[in-house]
T-cell receptor, first 111, second 114 residues
Framework: GQNIDQPTEMTATEGAIVQINCTYQ??????LFWYQQHAGEAPTFLSYNVLDGLEEKGRFSSFLSRSKGYSYLLLKELQMKDSASYLCAVSPRAGFQKLVFGTGTRLLVSP | EPEVTQTPSHQVTQMGQEVILRCVPI?????FYWYRQILGQKVEFLVS????????KSEIFDDQFSVERPDGSNFTLKIRSTKLEDSAMYFCASRAGQAYNEQFFGPGTRLTVL
């Protein structure tokens, strides 16, 4: 089976740093993705990890530990526009690469 | 910047009616997907399509669902006889090729079945 867990909701203050965790148990693993989704809109790609370690992209970083089945998304210098849902998704196998999504973490950034 | 487009943005239909949701993936992309998201729930995979055939489908994608790429640009999802529980946002996505991991999502079609 496929199981991907994330906290339901988090709050943070503008300018702060927030870490959104994701744990997964899937039948296979070919990479972990983070997407951002504003309410009523499509998911937009943030990051992809397939090897252990940290990937940094501007204000956003993503970490993966395959042995622990664990990832986190780190958002620095939070801005109001970062208020959105953050979706953790796993590709269970190579090839056609469907994505299995977690329920998402709704992040609310306050002034 | 190239993007995935979907039409219509919102479709209202009566239970039992057929609907066709349309998508235009990014030009030159090779892999195509449909996902759905019931309000307040997670995004769920429906089907993947490559080389003019279904490559994988989920348990949700039963005989009532079908996909087609009728020409070089469109990718459609048909629901033959809609049910109340088909009400959801349907997202189309495309991916460039084997060496590329990112899936680009369209803006979605909100389907409401009455």
């Amino acid at each position: 089976g496929q199981n991907i867990d994330q906290p339901t909701e988090m709050t943070a203050t503008e300018g702060a740093i927030v870490q959104i965790n994701c744990t997964y148990q899937t039948s296979g693993f070919n990479g972990l993705f983070w997407y951002q989704q504003h309410a009523g809109e499509a998911p937009t790609f943030l990051s992809y990890n397939v090897l252990d370690g940290l990937e940094e992209k501007g204000r956003f970083s993503s970490f993966l530990s395959r042995s622990k089945g664990y990832s986190y998304l780190l958002l620095k210098e939070l801005q109001m526009k970062d208020s959105a849902s953050y979706l953790c998704a796993v590709s269970p196998r190579a090839g056609f690469q469907k994505l299995v999504f977690g329920t998402g973490t709704r992040l609310l950034v306050s002034p | 910047e190239p993007e995935v487009t979907q039409t219509p943005s919102h479709q209202v239909t009566q239970m039992g009616q057929e609907v066709i949701l349309r998508c235009v993936p990014i030009s030159n992309h090779l892999y195509f997907y449909w996902y759905r998201q019931i309000l307040g729930q997670k995004v769920e995979f429906l089907v993947s399509f490559y080389n003019n055939e279904i490559s994988e489908k989920s348990e949700i994608f039963d005989d009532q669902f079908s996909v087609e790429r009728p020409d070089g640009s469109n990718f459609t999802l048909k629901i033959r006889s809609t049910k109340l529980e088909d009400s959801a946002m349907y997202f189309c996505a495309s991916r460039a090729g084997q060496a590329y991991n990112e899936q680009f999502f369209g803006p979605g079609t909100r389907l409401t079945v009455l």
